[in-house]
């Protein structure tokens, strides 16, 4: 209906103003042909009335000629006749109007018509020459043009009715073909939708009506094919599943990653060589097999003291090293950037904010700056290395708040997802940042926004709420900010499957060996690990703790039971983490020297980086494992523990606050907080029963195979792909819209 009201009003306005432009020509043409027809009449007066005058006159009868001239006058459109002899003025009628004279009016040789004015009123006056008596003179006839005008503004009015009821009816006739138009068009586009509902071929008749139906059934049908792709994927996620996927639902398009962590690091050796180091980080040991899978161009922090050495003069090198699938485009940052960007904003700042480890935040304007600048420089780089203008750009993490909105700016088509890797604190907590409102503008710059969790999702969508102006879908989990809108969900992060770190090693019980013997303890000692960065979040003091409250409660264990607490220096710049390993150590001393026995220590501390098959290698001769984290996204060291059982042996304790105890619930899961509570987790572990144990493993290690990595990738490449297939459809119904108009 809307439609009809809309093409009927563009219509109508159009008609009105070809009536206001015809108007006046039509007018003027009116007026000039009743003029001709008054003309016409003087004439038809004269010529019936000029053999009986030219008789009267030279008879000189001049009663009978003044008899004739008022019964020629008496016709209602005559005003007044009467004869010019010279200036004279013979015979004049009761209506000649005192203002005539003969001397202006009948000169011509010729018959000849001259308008006066006469009381307000226009005459024509038309004068005939006559011939009498060898003298020339002139029958002048005076008609009033007030009957002319009359008549003239009344066809004027019919003339203004009719166009004006023709412009009404094409109006209507507009609309109505608009309107059917329309409905064809939407007919078509229904037709579409279901047929690729229906996995149907269109009737090719229908499909012709309007060929936009073929081009959307063509969309919809992708679409279709790549839900039906997500439920067929959805039990065995692999590399090859992602490539296809990729392959399948975004052939041709171009990946972006970025991140600050490297995936390969290249070190000076002490040996004068270069060392290739993997970095201890979720992150990168989540990503990296799939970029590895995918191809395409990962954008880091070139980090290394040789990695300058080891790229090309586009700062670029193919990796892996071995068997290069991938490009690294390194970004070079100077002290001062690392300084303010990475340790400062990001780590003093952002880390503490949204990790609720209770260290608090420090938020300094200088980092602030450093941040905006360096997240501009990747932008810079993002947008040199992209070769399409709409790349897939997967951001990652919280050193880019700001990035997705600098991509957007610059990339407008581009697809960007970004993933938020650590917590998202409630609205209130995150409220007390002084960048807030920027970070939201900047995270709402993604196509798709990841977090680990549905309970980060809703803190998220609730600080966006607090803090900026914006429309928020919680049914969708959709935030439209700026005319445009940002899909807000839960992806959570997961390990390769099977892990390569897996590959090569030796059956558990060598691994048991090997490390015990390694590590000097007796082969029979039980042994508990726990592996991260020495980073306050992870609670490393408050594991040691337990342990304490272990061997006080149940003092059995001393001697029987070591814990290998394995942490990788890292962000030591800065004075909390210094802090924390000083404390670590000083506590391991402690409890050791509280517990321990002549050729017994309770608590190994190994300050050092472990590459990931020594990791592996360790939690494969552990009676368990201890993920005690105080507040942590995911955490996947406690996934790989469980990837690295495949004796099925084996007990994870897990921490309630780690996004990871949301997926693998027959953890023993506990409250790092309550050091006691831990201590008899810790228990329960050395003593669970081999069957006990098995199931859990079991369950938990089906969880991390089906839910892996690939999954977690895919899922995202296929929303994206989802959204550009809808994009394209806006598009294309948009573009159709305006084809129907403009057909109109
Ligand atoms: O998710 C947080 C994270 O960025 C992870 O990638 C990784 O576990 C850790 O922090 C790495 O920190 P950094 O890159 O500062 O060493």
């Given at each position: 209906?809307?439609i009809?009201?809309?093409?009927g009003?563009i219509a109508l306005l ?5 009536i206001?432009?015809?108007l006046p ?7 000039q042909w ?5 003309e016409?009449?003087?004439?038809l007066?004269?010529?019936?009335a000029?053999d009986?005058?030219?008789g009267l ?5 001049t009663?009978r000629l003044?008899?004739l001239?008022?019964?020629i ?6 005003l007044a ?7 004279e003025l ?5 209506g000649?109007p005192a203002s005539f ?5 009948a ?10 004015t006469?009381?307000?009123?226009d005459?024509l ?15 002048v006839?005076?008609?009033d043009?007030?009957?002319?005008d009359?008549r003239g503004?009344e066809a004027r009015?019919?003339?203004?009715l009719?166009l ?6 094409a109006?209507?006739?507009?609309a109505l073909?608009?309107?059917f ?10 037709q579409?939708?279901?047929?690729a509902?229906a996995g ?6 229908q ?5 936009l139906?073929q ?6 049908q992708?679409?279709e094919?790549s839900r039906r792709?997500?439920?067929a994927a959805?039990t065995?996620?692999n590399p090859d599943t992602?490539?296809a996927a ?7 398009s171009?990946v ?6 490297e995936?390969y690091?290249?070190n000076?050796g002490?040996d004068g060589g270069i ?10 040991s ?8 995918c191809?395409?161009?990962?954008v880091?922090?070139?980090s290394g003291?040789?990695d ?5 003069a586009n700062d ?5 090293p071995?068997?290069p699938?991938y490009?690294?485009?390194r970004?070079w940052?100077?002290e001062e950037e690392q ?8 780590n003093?700042?952002?880390?503490p904010l ?8 420090i ?6 700056q450093y ?6 420089k ?11 203008e709409?790349?897939i ?5 919280y050193?880019?708040g700001?990035l997705?909105r ?5 990339l407008?088509?581009?697809?960007i997802?970004?993933?938020w ?7 209130e907590t995150?409220?007390?940042c ?6 939201i503008?900047g995270l709402?710059?993604s196509?798709?926004?990841g977090?680990?969790t549905q ?5 998220f ?5 607090s803090?900026v102006e914006?429309r928020?879908d ?6 439209t ?5 940002t899909?807000?969900?839960p992806y959570p992060?997961?390990i390769e499957?099977?892990p ?5 090693q ?7 060996r ?5 590590l000097?303890l007796?082969p029979?000692?039980r042994i ?5 960065r020495f ?6 003091l ?10 006080t409660?149940?003092?059995?264990w001393?001697g ?5 607490q394995?942490?990788?220096p890292?962000?030591s710049k800065?004075a909390n ?10 506590l391991?001393r402690e ?6 026995m ?11 980086h472990h590459?990931?098959d020594?990791v592996?290698?360790l939690?494969r001769?552990?009676?368990l494992c201890i993920?005690?984290?105080?507040h ?7 996934k790989?523990?469980?990837?690295a059982r495949d004796?099925e ?9 780690a996004?990871a ?8 899961i506990?409250?790092?907080y309550?050091?006691?509570?831990m201590?008899?987790?810790?228990n329960r572990?050395l003593?669970m029963p081999?069957p ?5 493993m ?6 991390v195979?089906?839910r892996n ?7 995202m490449?296929l929303?994206?792909s989802r959204?550009r ?6 598009r ?7 084809r129907?108009?403009a057909?109109?």
């Amino acid at each position: 209906m809307r439609i009809i009201f809309r093409f009927g009003g563009i219509a109508l306005l159009v008609a009105a103003i070809v009536i206001l432009a015809v108007l006046p020509f039509a007018t003027s043409f009116v007026e000039q042909w009743t003029r001709r027809d008054v003309e016409l009449r003087s004439r038809l007066v004269f010529n019936s009335a000029r053999d009986q005058v030219i008789g009267l006159l030279t008879r000189n009868e001049t009663d009978r000629l003044a008899g004739l001239f008022e019964r020629i006058a008496s016709d209602e459109r005559v005003l007044a006749i009467g004869y010019c002899d010279g200036e004279e003025l013979r015979s004049p009628t009761r209506g000649m109007p005192a203002s005539f004279a003969c001397e202006k009016a009948a000169r011509s040789d010729s018959e000849s018509f001259s308008t006066i004015t006469s009381e307000g009123r226009d005459i024509l006056v038309s004068s005939f020459p006559l011939k009498v008596s060898g003298r020339t003179g002139h029958l002048v006839v005076l008609h009033d043009l007030s009957y002319a005008d009359q008549r003239g503004g009344e066809a004027r009015n019919y003339l203004f009715l009719a166009l004006a009821g023709v412009a009404f009816g094409a109006a209507a006739l507009a609309a109505l073909i608009a309107a059917f138009i329309m409905r064809r068009w939407l007919a078509s586009i229904r037709q579409a939708l279901d047929n690729a509902r229906a996995g149907a071929a269109g009737h090719p008749e229908q499909e012709n009506i309007i060929p936009l139906g073929q081009e959307i059934r063509d969309v919809l049908q992708e679409l279709e094919s790549s839900r039906r792709t997500i439920d067929a994927a959805h039990t065995d996620w692999n590399p090859d599943t992602l490539r296809a996927a990729l392959a399948n639902e975004l052939s041709g398009s171009e990946v972006i990653v970025v991140s600050n962590r490297e995936p390969y690091i290249h070190n000076q050796g002490k040996d004068g060589g270069i060392s290739l180091q993997i970095p201890a980080s979720g992150l990168v040991s989540a990503l990296e097999p799939v970029v590895r899978a995918c191809g395409g161009t990962w954008v880091a922090h070139g980090s290394g003291t040789a990695d300058r050495e080891t790229v090309d003069a586009n700062d670029r090198v193919p990796v892996p090293p071995a068997h290069p699938t991938y490009t690294l485009r390194r970004v070079w940052l100077t002290e001062e950037e690392q300084d303010g960007y990475y340790y400062g904003a990001a780590n003093e700042g952002l880390w503490p904010l949204c990790h609720i480890a209770f260290v608090r935040p420090i938020f300094r304007e200088q980092d602030w700056q450093y941040y905006r600048s360096v997240n501009e420089k990747f932008a810079d780089a993002v947008v040199a290395e992209a070769k399409s203008e709409d790349p897939i750009i997967l951001v990652q993490d919280y050193h880019f708040g700001l990035l997705p909105r600098m991509i957007r700016n610059r990339l407008p088509q581009a697809t960007i997802v970004t993933f938020w890797h650590i917590p998202w604190p409630n609205a209130e907590t995150f409220g007390i940042c002084p960048w807030r409102e920027e970070i939201i503008d900047g995270l709402l710059g993604s196509s798709i926004l990841g977090f680990h969790t549905q309970a980060h999702c809703n803190n998220f969508l609730d600080a966006v709420d607090s803090y900026v102006e914006s429309r928020i879908d919680r049914e969708l989990d959709s935030v439209t900010y700026g005319g445009e809108e940002t899909l807000i969900r839960p992806y959570p992060i997961s390990i390769e499957w099977p892990p390569t770190a897996l590959e090569g090693q030796k059956p558990v019980e060598e691994c048991r060996r090997i490390v015990r013997e390694r590590l000097g303890l007796p082969p029979e000692m039980r042994i508990g690990v726990g592996i991260e960065r020495f980073d306050y979040t992870k609670g490393i003091l408050d594991r040691m703790q337990a342990i304490d409250a272990l061997l006080t409660d149940n003092p059995q264990w001393k001697g029987n039971f070591a814990f290998v607490q394995v942490a990788a220096p890292t962000r030591s710049k800065l004075a909390n983490y210094r802090q924390l390993q000083e404390e670590a150590e000083a506590l391991a001393r402690e409890i050791n020297e509280k517990h321990g026995m002549p050729g017994y220590e309770p608590i190994k501390l190994l300050v050092r980086h472990h590459e990931p098959d020594e990791v592996f290698e360790l939690f494969r001769a552990a009676d368990l494992c201890i993920v005690s984290s105080l507040h942590d996204g995911m955490n996947l060291v406690a996934k790989e523990f469980v990837a690295a059982r495949d004796d099925e042996e084996g007990v994870l304790i897990l921490s309630a606050f780690a996004g990871a105890s949301r997926e693998l619930s027959e953890a023993l899961i506990v409250n790092p907080y309550n050091a006691h509570a831990m201590g008899l987790a810790i228990n329960r572990a050395l003593t669970m029963p081999q069957p006990e144990q098995r199931e859990r493993m079991r369950l938990m290690r089906d969880q991390v195979k089906e839910r892996n990595v690939y999954r977690w990738a895919g899922q995202m490449l296929l929303a994206a792909s989802r959204l550009r297939k809808r994009q394209r459809i806006r598009r294309l119904v948009s573009s159709g819209r305006k084809r129907a108009a403009a057909n109109v």
